[in-house]
């Protein structure tokens, strides 16, 4: 008998995470530092919440349904920007708004994928990419990445069969980090190209990025719709993750596909959440490459503690964006570790094997630590705490 399709997959990992809470307590000489979920914690700034108060007592129809595919308004500013930002032309009808960006990748790949296609994921990999892969019933393929954490387009070809319908980057990288430079993505581009797949850049922490200009070309391609499938998430730029608003930027005949997934699913994105999102998008720039700002500080703060781990055998693989991703020293396999990060040193973080398949041991010896949350002082708390681990149990 068949199994359900929830069934095909794991559980979710961050759920799972904070199930290893159940029954412990923290003191307020040793406060729990929670760095397993790369989600913002502050509410939107003051002035964002003003306009959502707003708009839900003087638009009567911000409460009903709204177009599949999004607001119009939104559609068309960020089809502005983003034209504007990459050096392409796109116009609104390139643009789907959804809700959330895991809605944007599940609704891409029921738009371009099927039961027994096959689906390229570089590792580690994006849990929730993989979970819906499961469910749909298409084959992740994984694609080992270098000491870098960086795929090869090489490697990314050899694995293309005729099942294979796309190849997923996330830049910068959920877990990794790292940020893949230009030359690598326009590589898997021409590549995806090439062969006659579609290649989906999910750029969910586009906005803290730590270089300056376009991250990529791919845009100025005129038929750069043929083959590119964009994934933006406004969660993380305006703190917005309650409201579910994200996006997915792709050819329209693609967008049409996608409509009826979107339209079963749940009918039409957050009202609020859009109206919010295009506000943010229209007024704060400013606020924005602040909180760019104090993220890039953040991520020096891994640098400058760095020296604590380093001594003690550890070894950072990847750092940016929200995330670091560290290759821990010892034998214990790291969703033991992770556990016992818990319970002895009072650290919630996610263990790598949770991205990556089960036959990887690469996944045995890393962990995830998103850092987003957390401020100079608490880093270096942190790094203290990692250094005093010694020898962890094995169960």
């Known amino acids: 008998m068949p199994l359900p399709r929830t069934a095909t997959t794991f559980a979710p990992p961050v759920m799972e995470a904070r199930r290893w809470l159940d029954g412990l307590t923290f003191s307020e000489e040793r406060p729990l530092i929670n760095v397993s979920q790369a989600a913002p914690v502050a509410p939107p700034p003051e002035a964002l919440r003003q306009h959502i108060a707003e708009i839900a007592v003087s638009k009567p129809e911000a409460h009903l349904y709204g177009p599949v595919l999004g607001l119009p308004e939104l559609r068309a500013e960020v089809a502005a920007q983003w034209s504007a930002a990459y050096g392409g032309e796109l116009k609104h009808e390139n643009v789907a708004i959804t809700s959330g960006c895991n809605q944007a990748f599940s609704a891409t790949l029921s738009a371009i994928a099927g039961e027994g296609d096959e689906v390229i994921l570089p590792t580690p990999w994006y849990f929730n990419h993989k979970m819906w892969l499961d469910m749909q019933g298409a084959l992740a393929v994984p694609l080992p990445t270098n000491a870098d954490l960086l795929p090869d387009p090489d490697k990314a070809a050899a694995l293309i069969t005729d099942k294979t319908r796309a190849i997923v980057l996330v830049t910068p990288n959920n877990p990794g980090g790292v940020e893949y430079h230009d030359e690598l993505v326009q590589a898997m581009y021409d590549l995806a190209k090439s062969r006659g797949v579609k290649l989906i850049v999910d750029e969910t922490y586009r906005d803290f990025d730590s270089r300056t200009g376009a991250p990529h070309q791919l845009f100025t391609d005129p038929d750069w719709a043929d083959t590119l499938i964009h994934l933006y998430s406004f969660s993380k730029a305006y703190r917005l993750t309650g409201h579910r608003v994200g996006a997915m930027i792709a050819h329209h005949d693609t967008l049409a596909e996608a409509e009826k997934f979107l339209d079963t ?129 094995n169960t």
């Open 265 to 393: 699913v749940a009918i039409c994105p957050n009202q609020i959440g859009q109206h919010a999102a295009l506000w943010g998008m229209q007024n704060l720039a400013k606020w924005l490459a602040s909180e760019r700002l104090e993220i890039l500080d953040r991520r020096a703060a891994i640098a400058d503690n760095l020296h604590k781990l380093n001594k003690n055998g550890w070894n950072l693989l990847g750092c940016g964006a929200y995330f670091a991703y560290f290759e821990h020293p010892f034998e214990t396999p790291s969703d033991a570790l992770a556990k016992s990060l818990v319970r002895n040193h009072s650290i919630l973080t996610l263990p790598g094997t949770m991205f990556t398949p089960e036959s990887d041991p690469l996944g045995a010896r890393t962990l995830r630590i998103a850092f987003a949350n957390v401020d100079r002082t608490e880093i270096a708390t942190l790094f203290d705490r990692l250094s005093d681990v010694t020898s962890p149990p």
